[in-house]
């Protein structure tokens, strides 16, 4: 039976999140936030297709500054949805965008804490209480300014940039990820700011479920009930980056958590919304078909049994009804009965579930990220040349990031990267560790294809 978890409301502009209010669909732009004619043309067609919040890169002053400008032009013609202005490294710059958008996004991981470079660090008790009143020095003064001018604030920790000081006291673990998160809120509320939602991303939806599952308990510990943001970091593009959304984002909506998301796929943003609005919708049906798929649980195997008016809806459907079967490791094979649509590509979905449930590899796996303003180079057409080049090495995972921000880090759990480091350049990885740097854009992906020949050798 769904019962959605009950939140506090945090008030974001003119709507409202958690508390009473629908799930709130959201997505991100991908143009320079200094080209204000692009990035209003990219809202409004966000906000067309039925995004209620948009939000955009401001990775320093100016960019901040410019959301004045792009929320003007935007409320001239008429289009009075939230903005939201994304912040990473420079803790001044959410301060400047406080003054001009509805909500704040500022990641605990490089808010204070210097940037990574995934060293274990040693730490006294008394030191690391230090690093603390470091961080709210820092953030006091932040949500004074949010407080003054109405603005709304989400803690959004991503898996793949913990800072090195949680890493060398927590580890790389779901811990670790929530403890981050909930250092900013104890000061939170203490300071009694209550416009706050926070979310906890991760590429891998096995860590992203189980961390997400770990603050809800950590947060009725400590008397916190604020609403969540739920997304899968770098789902990826086309048939894989939906199921694996479905998979992440869906076995926490059939829960109850959940109460504004985003399916980030390496699109244009546009095409997030209606993928997003069909996850809300089928919420009701895919707790009754978990339930189902759970009692059908037999050597093994999970049988679904499910129609749809289309094959994305029934890849979408299937993926959400029994993700966290999976992901819980309840079984480990899948048998999807349908009607509409041949064995052989019901195969091929029941394998793509299984993979984005971390259960079984069947083909090359690729963590990209849907881009943003950070982005220097063409993602969607670099995405498609590494896939045709990779597409038959079964078990691979490969990480295509458009900026460092999330980078290295989340591609811990790829075998190689290929990161965007600068305008018109790339620097490659194996794992954690950088390879080659500043390769030109034009010789980057033959420069990765090969790496990895060289070592499949």
């Known amino acids: 039976m769904y019962k959605r978890r009950l939140s506090t409301e945090a008030r974001v502009g003119n709507i409202g999140i958690g508390g009473n209010n629908p799930i709130r669909i959201q997505s991100m732009a991908t143009v320079d936030t200094n080209d204000t004619e692009g990035c209003v043309a990219q809202a409004k067609r966000i906000i067309d297709a039925g995004g209620e919040l948009v939000r955009f890169t401001t990775q320093g002053t100016r960019e901040a500054e410019n959301m004045k400008n792009i929320s003007a032009r935007l409320k001239a013609e008429g289009y009075n949805q939230p903005l939201v202005a994304d912040v990473h490294f420079t803790a001044h710059t959410a301060d400047v965008a406080a003054l001009y958008c509805e909500k704040v996004r500022i990641n605990p991981g490089n808010y204070v804490d210097p940037g990574r470079?995934?060293?274990?660090?040693?730490?006294?008790?008394?030191?690391?209480?230090?690093?603390?009143?470091?961080?709210?020095?820092?953030?006091?003064?932040?949500?004074?300014?949010?407080?003054?001018?109405?603005?709304?604030?989400?803690?959004?920790?991503?898996?793949?940039?913990?800072?090195?000081?949680?890493?060398?006291?927590?580890?790389?673990?779901?811990?670790?990820?929530?403890?981050?998160?909930?250092?900013?809120?104890?000061?939170?509320?203490?300071?009694?700011?209550?416009?706050?939602?926070?979310?906890?991303?991760?590429?891998?939806?096995?860590?992203?479920?189980?961390?997400?599952?770990?603050?809800?308990?950590?947060?009725?510990?400590?008397?916190?009930?604020?609403?969540?943001?739920?997304?899968?970091?770098?789902?990826?593009?086309?048939?894989?980056?939906?199921?694996?959304?479905?998979?992440?984002?869906?076995?926490?909506?059939?829960?109850?958590?959940?109460?504004?998301?985003?399916?980030?796929?390496?699109?244009?943003?546009?095409?997030?919304?209606?993928?997003?609005?069909?996850?809300?919708?089928?919420?009701?049906?895919?707790?009754?078909?978990?339930?189902?798929a759970e009692a059908s649980i037999k050597d093994d195997t999970v049988t679904l049994t499910l129609d749809a008016p289309d094959w994305e809806t029934l890849q979408l459907k299937a993926a959400m009804a029994v993700g966290a079967l999976f992901i819980d490791k309840k079984a480990?094979?899948?048998?999807?009965?349908?009607?509409?649509?041949?064995?052989?590509?019901?195969?091929?979905?029941?394998?793509?579930?299984?993979?984005?449930?971390?259960?079984?590899?069947?083909?090359?796996?690729?963590?990209?990220?849907?881009?943003?303003?950070?982005?220097?180079?063409?993602?969607?057409?670099?995405?498609?040349?590494?896939?045709?080049?990779?597409?038959?090495?079964?078990?691979?995972?490969?990480?295509?990031?458009?900026?460092?921000?999330?980078?290295?880090?989340e591609m811990a759990d790829a075998d190689y990267g290929y990161v965007g480091a600068g305008r018109g350049k790339i620097s490659l990885y194996k794992a954690k560790e950088c390879v080659e740097k500043n390769i030109p854009e034009a010789e980057a992906v033959e420069k990765l294809l090969e790496l990895i020949r060289k070592d499949r050798k």
């Open 117 to 292: 470079t995934f060293k274990h660090l040693e730490y006294t008790d008394e030191e690391y209480a230090a690093e603390l009143e470091k961080i709210e020095r820092q953030l006091v003064p932040f949500l004074n300014i949010c407080k003054e001018h109405h603005t709304a604030v989400r803690i959004g920790v991503n898996h793949g940039s913990l800072s090195d000081r949680i890493m060398s006291r927590y580890g790389d673990t779901p811990e670790g990820i929530v403890e981050s998160c909930l250092e900013f809120l104890r000061i939170f509320k203490r300071e009694q700011f209550n416009d706050v939602v926070i979310s906890i991303k991760a590429s891998n939806t096995v860590v992203m479920v189980t961390t997400v599952r770990l603050l809800v308990q950590a947060m009725d510990k400590e008397d916190m009930h604020y609403p969540l943001h739920l997304g899968v970091t770098e789902a990826g593009e086309g048939e894989d980056g939906r199921i694996k959304s479905a998979v992440g984002i869906g076995a926490l909506l059939t829960e109850g958590i959940g109460d504004t998301i985003r399916v980030s796929l390496s699109e244009e943003p546009e095409c997030e919304i209606p993928v997003a609005r069909k996850l809300v919708d089928m919420i009701p049906e895919c707790c009754r078909l978990r339930e189902e």
């Open 332 to 409: 480990h094979k899948l048998s999807i009965i349908n009607y509409q649509f041949s064995i052989e590509k019901l195969t091929e979905l029941s394998d793509a579930i299984l993979q984005a449930a971390r259960i079984k590899f069947t083909k090359t796996e690729y963590i990209s990220c849907p881009g943003c303003g950070r982005t220097l180079y063409n993602l969607q057409e670099t995405i498609a040349k590494i896939k045709a080049a990779t597409k038959d090495l079964v078990g691979l995972k490969i990480g295509i990031m458009g900026c460092i921000v999330n980078g290295p880090g």
